[in-house]
């Protein structure tokens, strides 16, 4: 069951963290999507002012007086200026640079041919820059076309931003666009800038809602999966629980006739046969612990909690068990409480002692450490046995799960019961030299004094 644990875990966890990545991916396609959109409706509505504009034109004389006329250009256009291939102004209204740097345009060109965006979060601006030579018509029937850098040059410096143009073009309109190279006008974009902050905000809020949503499933998967695993127990115990009642009455009394028998027989038998009763004895004995460990398994763990002297109750155990006292307070003198049931403490403490006196290391070796941290007593049992040996330290505490010849494999497991059933926590590790540890953590009792 531990390691069917571990390989849920695992799985969830991998299968969450590909549901995230595959969940981001398309998030983030999504992004690019509404981003190409609002981009999309910003460069219709570029042109669609852009159009609006030439044809205010035919009605007046320069670019300024088109705009200023009202409507949807004096609302948009915050300035408007045509520029030569040098970067100096030809033409300009409005708030526009006095210079145009043309050679970074292509990191914001569009897929219209010629056409460039530029956004400006700073006055809520798309910044529509159009090459003039694909705007201008074809000069009038027998007029040669001059070119823009000669047409430009005969003017006098003072025709730049005022309406002091040559007159021999159909209108102002083309006019100016044959003698400029760029056109820049600055629009106000504002549901463009108020769409791209949504997007920023919104999708950031549901990739971390994603997460969110992934982990709390994961969570709640393991979970319900704990509490079938938890019933799955409860059913086993209630088995377990009629087998023991059955062993107790079946059991005890055939171990009870046997013990007898076993008596008789050393006092009928001087010498020969005495090694193989107490071989049956023996086993007796295991029969006999083994059905009284799974009354105490399956009694209610949690007893009744009152607050004891942890060092105290660990003290009597090691005299008990070791013939010594083995405990280690840190720091000296300290007094650390805990809030168990006296009894299942001791009995908790006793399986940990036997299984580190039992575990092949020499007797004197077997020591303990409490401390105090977090408003937690540490109970840490050590010894330098064979440790672990490779097994699963979590199948050790299932119940029936041994790895020595003469175990039960029960008494690990009344300990996690009783320990957790206090509110702590058991774990078992192998020892860096040798030897395993096993470490109790208990909540800190309240001082009864």
Excluded at 29 to 55: C, K, P, V, W
Excluded at 194 to 208: E, K, N, S, Y
Excluded at 368 to 378: D, H, I, M, N
């Amino acid at each position: 069951m531990g390691d069917m644990k571990v390989s849920l875990r695992t799985s969830s966890l991998a299968f969450t963290v590909c549901f995230i990545i595959l969940s981001s991916l398309g998030l983030a396609f999504l992004y690019g999507q509404m981003r190409e959109r609002l981009s999309l409706i910003a460069a219709n509505d570029n042109e669609r002012i852009f159009n609006t504009l030439i044809a205010a034109l035919r009605d007046h004389d320069d670019f300024g007086s088109a705009i200023e006329s009202g409507g949807i250009l004096k609302d948009r256009i915050i300035g408007v200026a045509v520029y030569l291939d040098d970067g100096s102004s030809l033409y300009s209204w409005g708030s526009v640079p006095a210079t145009f740097d043309a050679s970074n345009l292509d990191a914001w060109k569009t897929e219209n041919f010629e056409r460039y965006v530029i956004p400006s979060q700073k006055t809520g601006s798309l910044r529509f820059v159009v090459r003039a030579s694909h705007l201008s018509p074809p000069p009038p029937p027998g007029k040669p076309l001059t070119s823009r850098r000669a047409e430009s040059a005969d003017d006098s410096p003072s025709s730049q931003g005022d309406q002091s143009f040559r007159r021999d073009r159909p209108s102002f309109f083309f006019d100016t666009f044959m003698r400029g190279d760029w056109v820049y006008i600055d629009i106000r974009h504002g549901s463009y800038w108020r769409g791209r902050a949504a997007t920023d905000l919104v999708f950031p809020l549901l990739f971390a809602a994603l997460i969110v949503l992934a982990l709390f499933v994961r969570s709640l998967a393991l979970r319900n999966v704990e509490y079938r695993e938890r019933i799955e127990t409860q059913k086993n115990l209630v088995v377990l629980g009629t087998a023991a009642s059955t062993l107790a009455h079946e059991i005890k009394n055939p171990l009870l006739a046997i013990r007898l028998q076993t008596g008789i027989l050393r006092k009928t038998l001087a010498g020969a046969g005495l090694e193989e009763i107490g071989i049956i004895e023996s086993e007796v004995d295991r029969l006999s612990a083994l059905t009284y460990r799974v009354n105490d398994y399956l009694r209610e763990p949690q007893g009744v909690p009152e607050t004891i002297d942890a060092a105290s109750a660990v003290r009597e155990v090691s005299m008990r068990l070791c013939g010594r006292d083995a405990v280690t307070v840190v720091p000296g003198g300290a007094i650390l409480y805990v809030r168990v049931d006296p009894d299942r403490f001791r009995s908790a403490l006793e399986n940990i002692f036997r299984n580190a006196l039992e575990s092949g290391g020499e007797e004197s070796s077997v020591e303990v450490r409490l401390s105090k941290a977090a408003g937690a007593v540490e109970i840490e049992v050590l010894d330098r046995g064979r440790g672990l040996e490779g097994a699963d330290a979590r199948r050790l505490f299932e119940p029936f799960y041994t790895t020595k010849g003469k175990g039960t494999g029960v008494g690990l497991s009344i300990t996690r019961r009783f320990i957790e059933a206090a509110g702590g926590t058991i774990s078992l590790t192998d020892r860096p030299d040798g030897g395993a540890s096993a470490k109790i953590i208990l909540p800190e009792g309240d001082d009864p004094r």
